[in-house]
């Protein structure tokens, strides 16, 4: 018998899902059931195809528009989405930018420890709570020419690990992607189209394609299941096998 993931009761917040990774992952959530809750700063009008979108796929999602790079607005967007649900059993720190040192470390540093120390006592209280980072294969490569991206994503690596340590005997998993070339608005302001990016990327890949949102959600998806219970302090590359064996 075909085992299949069900998320149904589960409500979960993922931050900078108006599109790429965060959008995927947001979408793929509700189709196993789960009431969603999208952060993001975009306008409604932006986000409202989005949210459509979604609630093709499953529960109507619900939106909260907070600027995550201030502690303040984290802890808001925890109180809003318990006051509308009244629960969080999910966390997905997707929340990316290519930016100055000062917006970088804001968003990949400290809104992920603010929003998943807004979380924190909830979820312990519960006795149990999954929280995903997403952070890069740069901080093992080197890679991408940005030295603000990389130095603040292995600021999120180095958080999944101190989280998962602290958090655990709370009843609290938590884990982290680490994806490498995925097709994105962030890496095609490198290229004049998608055909120039493959063509000097897929010679790398021992898989021979690029990486796509729904990849790295797949991963997510995993690890908010039954599934992955004993599995803690994981950083798990999805990169075709590029950093590897590539």
Avoid at 10 to 35: E, R
Avoid at 69 to 90: A, H, M
Avoid at 226 to 242: K, Q, W
Wanted: proline share 4%; net charge negative; aromatic share 6%.
């Amino acid at each position: 018998m075909a085992y299949t993931i069900d998320l149904d009761g589960k409500v979960a917040i993922v931050t900078g899902a108006a599109k790429g990774i965060g959008k995927a992952t947001a979408n793929l959530l509700a189709k196993a059931g789960a009431q969603v809750v999208i952060d993001d700063i975009v306008s409604q009008e932006t986000i409202k195809p989005v949210l459509e979108e979604i609630g093709q796929a499953g529960k109507p999602p619900f939106y909260i528009q907070k600027d995550i790079s201030l502690e303040e607005n984290c802890r808001e967007l925890v109180k809003e989405t318990l006051d509308q649900f009244g629960r969080i059993d999910i966390l997905v720190n997707n929340a990316g930018v290519v930016a100055d040192w000062d917006k970088s470390y804001a968003i990949h540093v400290k809104a992920l420890h603010f929003c998943s120390e807004a979380v924190k006592d909830h979820m312990a209280e519960r006795g149990s709570g999954r929280i995903i980072n997403i952070t890069s294969t740069c901080v093992l490569t080197g890679g991408t020419g940005i030295p603000q991206y990389v130095a603040t994503k292995a600021g999120a690596y180095s958080l999944t690990r101190y989280q998962a340590k602290t958090y655990a005997p709370l009843g609290i998993l938590v884990n982290a992607v680490m994806p490498a070339v995925i097709m994105s608005d962030m890496i095609m302001t490198r290229y004049a189209s998608e055909e120039e990016m493959q063509a000097h990327y897929i010679p790398q890949m021992p898989v021979r394609r690029i990486g796509y949102p729904e990849d790295v959600a797949n991963v997510v998806l995993f690890l908010c299941s039954d599934l992955s219970s004993f599995v803690n302090g994981e950083i798990i590359v999805a990169d075709g096998g590029r950093m590897y064996v590539g």
